[in-house]
């Protein structure tokens, strides 16, 4: 059951995050992490909020813990617990390049990825160890333990519901069916995490709405546990079943509503900085056609490249509404880099010839063994927490549950807890050592995955130091960690070793060791450039099969291969006067061939500067007789393809500004990508190679 339960919260969060495709700018990856987090961060914070309050009322009214609890679940408590689960979001968002990267639909998604874990562990801590009295019912699984028992939706519920719940209570339609009920933790985070999004991304009189979200979250909530606890007020059942009905409709509304504010956030940007689309969209109205074409090049290669690429150039749209300059100028390099090596890669020939995974071998091999032998320790501290909650938790297997719950099973959890808890301690020693590492990266993603990461850890550490100082002790390693009345219903059997169970699983936010950060961007940077960095950052293991890709395409090296063509030595040559020479002669003859003049008057020194708004600035070498904007060059324009496709950009741009036509001559030799390149940007007709 407990498989199923993970399944049905990882599914709604994936639905949302599949829907949200056409401006989302997060991974998958940090989905799932968040989920993680709303797990462990969120849980742990709860708990430790509601046991303290609980307490200091009963203290102080003198009542019971059970009235207090039972009076709180639906006055405290939805505010509590809503706060706290969007708390993570607000805190990343403090993150100037966290907010600035990121959309209203990325601020929706996270949230129901807390949301769902939360809800996730609630389900967990209270049916997780019933596999064995839990009844094969209506496809799925019943718990008998009162007149409207829980229900465990099947595989096939959870696979053809929208936004599964884990556990709710059992619900027959009309006709005998059974209907799972909307995740309602999910739902009410998804739309706090619009609330963030709003707080952090809209300007003037719209920010203070951001407030209404969130509330109608806590309203929801409040109301669900008040009927809980007053199942005789009529009135209020039937608003929460007319709610309840429509609770499908929050979460997508609310990410509807956030993809289309950023659509048009995305559109502004495109339309700000034509360098951002690459070639082919340009040409076939910047629609979809182009990159499907270039994702099925060289599967799966082209396929990563072009969806990460697209995430990439969303969050750098995003953050041109309010960034200045200065500070966006990397981030917008590092994606004009990389649309530039996807046009050069753009045929087929640039790929028949490229070993890629030859190149990702060298790369993970320069990690070494040590770290892949590193990598199997949370494997192998994750495997009596699999056997007990997951393979132990269906009735064929809860032979395996119980010999976890009897005997020397707790003792079993108990041990790899604290080998789990030496691990956690390495792993929060090197987060914290990679802090400022982190928040320099380029992508703010990779700054909130740091931070997910380091918070995730934490909240294991306290967690884990709390079960084994209570399990010391008179509770033991197979007792009750928190007595049943300090807590709310969901505690009731947070057993020691459950706890162990549940801190063992909670490796999965570590994985793999280390930062988390990319292939390319940690251990194989000391074997690329600079700007082979930058592209591979962006991409991870995609960016050196794209490196690869445009250096074969090219006619280039790949990384790590050297030339010992003496030709290639001589034409590579960066001697001053030799190169002033070969200038000022293509310059002449192009100015022959097109009867037109030197701007600068003296060939082979710069030309005539044109400056291109947020892009940069180019030489024009020669003015045409017909008062064409000419650039020249040869073989090595094909070395740096990003930076002669930006130069053509600016060329363009200038050019149409006086009404003239933007032309590229290029000497005989110069490899085809370039010719290509230039052509796919400017035209095939403003193209030209030349015999000096």
């Known amino acids: 059951m407990t498989v199923l339960m993970m399944a049905a919260a990882v599914y709604g969060v994936v639905q949302l995050f599949v829907l949200s495709y056409p401006t989302r700018s997060v991974r998958l990856a940090t989905v799932l992490l968040a989920l993680i987090v709303g797990v462990y961060v969120c849980g742990t914070a709860v708990a430790l909020l509601e046991v303290a309050y609980t307490r200091v009322i009963a203290d102080r009214t003198g ?46 998604v996270l949230g129901a990825a807390l949301g769902a874990g939360f809800g996730l562990l609630e389900s967990l801590l209270r049916y997780s160890l019933d596999a064995d009295r839990a009844l094969a019912r209506h496809g799925g699984w019943i718990v008998p333990d009162s007149l409207s028992p829980p229900y465990i939706p099947g595989p096939s519920q959870v696979l053809t519901s929208w936004l599964p719940s884990p556990a709710a209570s059992l619900d027959l339609g009309q006709t005998g069916d059974i209907t799972v009920p909307t995740f309602n933790h999910l739902a009410w985070t998804a739309l706090a995490g619009l609330g963030v999004g709003l707080l952090w991304r809209a300007r003037g009189w719209v920010k203070p709405l951001a407030v209404l ?63 951002l689309l690459l070639s082919a969209e340009r040409a076939d ?29 969303r969050a750098f749209c995003y953050a041109a509404a309010g960034t200045p300059p200065p500070v966006l100028e990397p981030l917008r390099r590092a994606v004009v880099d990389i649309a530039a090596r996807i046009d050069a890669t753009d045929h087929e020939q640039a790929w028949r010839g490229a070993d890629i995974r030859a190149h990702v071998r060298a790369a993970r091999a320069l990690a070494g063994r040590r770290r892949r032998l590193v990598a199997l320790i949370p494997c192998v501290l ?4 699999l056997l007990f909650l997951c393979v132990g938790s269906f009735k064929s297997t809860a032979g395996l549950q119980g010999y976890f719950t009897t005997g020397a099973g707790p003792k079993i959890l108990l041990g790899f807890a604290m080998a789990a808890l030496v691990w956690i301690a390495w792993q929060l020693a090197i987060l914290l050592r990679t802090w400022r590492q982190a928040a320099a990266h380029l992508l703010g993603e990779q700054v909130a995955a740091h931070r997910l990461r380091l918070s995730s850890a934490l909240a294991s550490a306290t967690v884990g130091t709390l079960l084994l100082w209570r399990s010391a ?62 592209a591979a950052t962006g991409l991870g293991a995609a960016g050196i099969a794209l490196m690869v890709a445009s250096a074969t395409g090219s006619g280039g090296e790949a990384p790590g291969e050297e030339s010992s063509s003496p030709e290639s030595k001589q034409r590579h040559s960066t001697d001053p006067e030799r190169a002033e020479r070969v200038g000022a002669a293509r310059e002449q003859k192009v100015a022959e061939l097109t009867d037109g003049t030197v701007p600068s008057g003296d060939p082979g020194k710069p030309g005539l500067k044109v400056t291109k708004p947020g892009a940069g600035t180019t030489d024009v070498d020669v003015i045409g007789g017909d008062g064409s904007y000419i650039a020249v060059g040869g073989p090595a324009k094909a070395r740096n393809l990003a930076k002669f496709g930006e130069k053509c950009h600016i060329l363009k741009y200038a050019a149409e500004q006086q009404g003239v036509r933007a032309q590229v001559y290029l000497e005989e030799g110069t490899p085809e990508p370039a010719l290509r390149l230039a052509r796919k940007i400017l035209g095939d007709g403003n193209v030209h190679t030349f015999t000096r």
């Open 382 to 385: 994750l495997l009596p927490s």
């Open 213 to 275: 979200p969130l509330a109608a979250s806590v309203a929801h909530h409040t109301l669900n546990n008040y009927v809980v606890q007053h199942p005789t007020d009529r009135q209020a059942k039937q608003w929460l079943e007319h709610l309840d009905g429509k609770l499908w409709l929050a979460p997508l509304a609310a990410l509807l509503l956030a993809m289309a504010v950023d659509w048009v956030c995305l559109r502004r940007g495109k339309r700000r900085i034509p360098a």
């Open 473 to 534: 002790g008179s509770a033991g390693s197979d007792g009750r960690v928190i007595p049943a009345a300090h807590l709310l219903d969901a505690l009731d059997n947070f057993l020691a070793y459950l706890g162990f169970a549940l801190l063992l699983l909670s490796l999965l936010a570590l994985f793999p060791p280390g930062a988390g950060f990319a292939l390319a961007g940690g251990a194989a940077v000391g074997v690329l450039t600079g700007e082979d960095v930058l």
């Open 285 to 313: 109205g910047d629609s979809a056609a182009a990159l499907i074409r270039y994702a099925s090049r060289r599967l799966p290669w082209t396929l990563l490249i072009a969806l990460r690429f697209v995430r990439l150039r």
């Open 63 to 108: 009542q019971s813990l059970i009235e207090v609890v039972n009076t709180t679940s639906f006055t405290t408590a939805p505010w509590v617990e809503e706060l706290v689960k969007a708390s993570p979001l607000l805190l990343i968002g403090a993150y100037t390049k966290v907010r600035r990267q990121w959309g209203l639909a990325d601020f929706t």
